[in-house]
Structures are given as C-alpha cells and as structure tokens.
C-alpha cells in the first residue's frame, strides 16, 4: 500500500564553485544561518509536508550537521540528476510517499504559497512546477545580436518541482544513465507525465554568484520585522540535588528543585525565545505533569524553542540573561555560560549576554532559598515565506 506521506527533498551536493565561497554556497551564512537552512524550514513548517530529506555531497556530512542539526541526509551523486535519483530512491526505502517535492538549495526562499499550488496542482495532474514569465527581449547572439526570440509562450522554470511519487520515481529509474537532464520536469515529461504550471516567485530566485549573496540579504531585511519578549522563572534551592544553571554543573551544597533539571537560566530563555516566536511558555511545550521530563536537561527545552523559531524562518539575533541570586558567584562560570548558551542555539557568543545581580539580601533569593532568572530573547522573523 502506497505511503499517504509527502516528502520534501532538499537536493544540497553541489560545490557552489561560482559563488566565491571557501565552503560550498550551501552552508555559506545566509540571513544568520547555512542557506540550505532556509528552505529545509520552510519545508518543515509547511503543514503539507510530512518528512524532509536533504541530499548532500559524500564529504558534507560534518557541515550539514552543523547546520541542519537532526534532519534524514542522504548521500547523492556526481550530477544533480543522480542526486535527485538517490534522493528518491531513500524515499522509496523508507516506505515510499504519495507526493514528492524536489527543491533545490540554491533557491533559499520557499514561500509557503508556492507549496500550496504544486500540491492543489498534483490533485490533477502527475507533476507540478512554479514558472514566472519572461520579461526581458530574447534573442540570438554570438559575435552580434541577431534574431529575436518570441517570448509569449517561455516562461523561467523554478523549483520545488512537485510529483506523484511513484510516477516520478519510474521516470528517473528509466531515464538513460549517460544523458542528463536539466531538471525533474525535463524527465518527467520524457515519460509521459503531464506537468502543470503553477504561479512561481520573485523569492525563488536562485543564489548563484557572490553579488546575489548581496542581494539575498536585502530580502531578508526587507521582509523581516523584530520581536522581543522576555522570560521569568524561579526555582527554589534544596539540599541533596545538582546546581544547573545555564547548562552548567556548578558545584554548591544546593541545588534547584524542579521536575527536570530545574535550569531555572535555560527555563528563562527558552521561555523568552518562544515568547518572541508567538509559541507560548515552556510549560505548554513540556507540562510537569508529563513523566518524560522528569530530570530531563534542560538544554532540550532550548534546542526545542532554537528549533521553533528557526521553522518560522526566525533568526535569533541577540540573548540577554540575568541571574539573581546571593550565591553560588555567577561570574567565575560566566564564561562558560556563554559558551553552552551559544552553542546550543548556534550563534557566536558575542549575541550572547550574561549578567548576575542580587537583591541586597532581601526576599528569597536574598535568604538564598531559589534563584530566579529573567531573559529576553531579540529576533527576526521573514514574512516573505507566509
């Protein structure tokens, strides 16, 4: 029985030689983080797309990692086609899927309206592409300009190219291995699959050369706009347990009591961060009454508000933490603080800002029975995606 499911495949194994980039344009920073990050959000946000798939080059794995965190990667090949190929062929090995789409990473803005049409459009047809029209005069030209090019029925072909599945996946299979293809569409109508033409965008455009880097960025800023929200949490001190506190063992004869690890710095900021992605509180995404978070690090509630925030193509850009309390000293474990914070929402530590206070021996945390901490979270959020 064929798999209900959709599958977005990022097709990421190029080397990005014309970009001007040490590292492959792929990973390169784009909008605060890798540029296939980009699209592999949007896919995952997208409540049509069920699992995403991201096709690297053999010797990437370390970079898409850092980059993509917990997400299916799948060697690909020599060519994009052969990519594609190995792409499909995981799909298939875990189970199939009803409808694929293929995208491919050097077109970071995947607008969610876009993912709407191609899948309307598989309602009808075997295939699916988004085209804008061509606006510019076309015409033959070597040494000298010559004929002119009727432009009436082109159109730009842009990726995700949507799929029937298995209609898509034969057609690759049978497609001849020594004669490539310039994309998805070219091989599915080779075999029969008619592909309807749905409204591309302007946000599609691919990032090729360093001077679209340039430009990349400009959308970004141009369709971003800035939230801020502050988080506040309190644990009380206790004997007989371990002092978490922003996601470091400090060594003190108390700890924070709590359900998990009672962080009650990480609680600050994870809730700050969701605050600013419109996500609730931290109690909503992990209750106290759930056993699963008994004693659970509280480093995962973190990486769960990064991931949040990330999937509504946010980008964090700046962390400001508070301490309060009368002891144990927050400053001889600041530094490494700072550090965890970065790494485990993968931003450099300069974006990130810890300071401690007391409160001149008044209230609990001046009789040092808690800590409390308060965070605010600063992002963008790009709109160019809804």
């Known amino acids: 029985m064929t798999s209900k499911r959709t599958v977005g495949i990022v097709v990421a194994a190029g080397t990005g030689t014309r970009s001007g980039s040490a590292t492959p344009k792929q990973y390169a920073p784009l909008g605060g983080r890798a540029m296939v990050a980009h699209s592999v959000a949007a896919f995952a946000a997208h409540p049509g797309v069920d699992t995403v798939i991201v096709v690297i080059g053999g010797d990437q794995e370390e970079a898409a990692r850092a980059a993509l965190g917990d997400v299916t990667l799948v060697p690909g ?76 029925r082109l159109v730009r072909v842009q990726t995700p190219q949507a799929f029937v599945f298995s209609d898509i996946m034969a057609a690759h299979r049978n ?48 369709s971003s706009h800035v939230r801020t929200a502050m988080g506040f949490d309190v644990h009380r001190l206790v004997a007989g347990e371990e002092l978490w506190l922003g996601g470091i063992l400090i060594p003190h004869d108390k700890g924070l009591s709590g359900h998990s690890d009672a962080d009650v710095a ?62 144990p000293k927050v400053g001889p474990y600041r530094d490494a603080m700072r550090a965890r914070i970065a790494g485990l929402l993968r931003l450099p530590e300069s974006r990130i800002s810890i300071k401690a206070t007391t409160t001149e021996r008044l209230g609990f945390t001046g009789r040092k029975e808690g800590i409390a901490a308060q965070a605010i979270a600063t992002i963008s959020i790009a709109e160019f995606t809804r």
Not at 268 to 282: P, Q, R, S, Y
């Open 77 to 152: 090949g020599v060519t994009r086609r052969e990519s594609v190929l190995a792409g499909l062929e995981a799909v298939a090995a875990s189970g199939g899927a009803q409808r694929v789409l293929i995208h491919d990473a050097a077109r970071p803005f995947l607008p969610a309206a876009v993912i709407d049409s191609l899948l309307a459009a598989l309602e009808t047809h075997g295939g699916a592409v988004p085209v804008m029209p061509v606006a510019d005069t076309l015409a033959f030209g070597a040494d000298h300009l010559g004929d002119v090019v009727p432009r009436d």
């Open 175 to 222: 497609w001849p291995a020594d004669r490539e293809a310039t994309d998805d569409a070219q091989i599915a109508r080779a075999a029969g699959i008619v592909v309807a033409l749905v409204e591309g965008s302007l946000m599609l455009e691919k990032v090729t050369y360093p001077d679209d880097f340039a430009a990349a960025e400009a959308k970004i800023a141009a």
């Open 266 to 327: 990480l609680h600050a900021v994870t809730d700050a961060l969701l605050g600013a992605a419109g996500a609730g509180d931290i109690g909503t995404h992990f209750p106290p009454s759930d056993a699963q978070w008994r004693g659970a690090p509280s480093s995962r509630f973190l990486e769960h508000a990064r991931d949040l925030v990330l999937a509504a193509c946010g980008r964090i850009d700046f962390i400001d933490l508070t301490i309060i309390c009368e002891a």
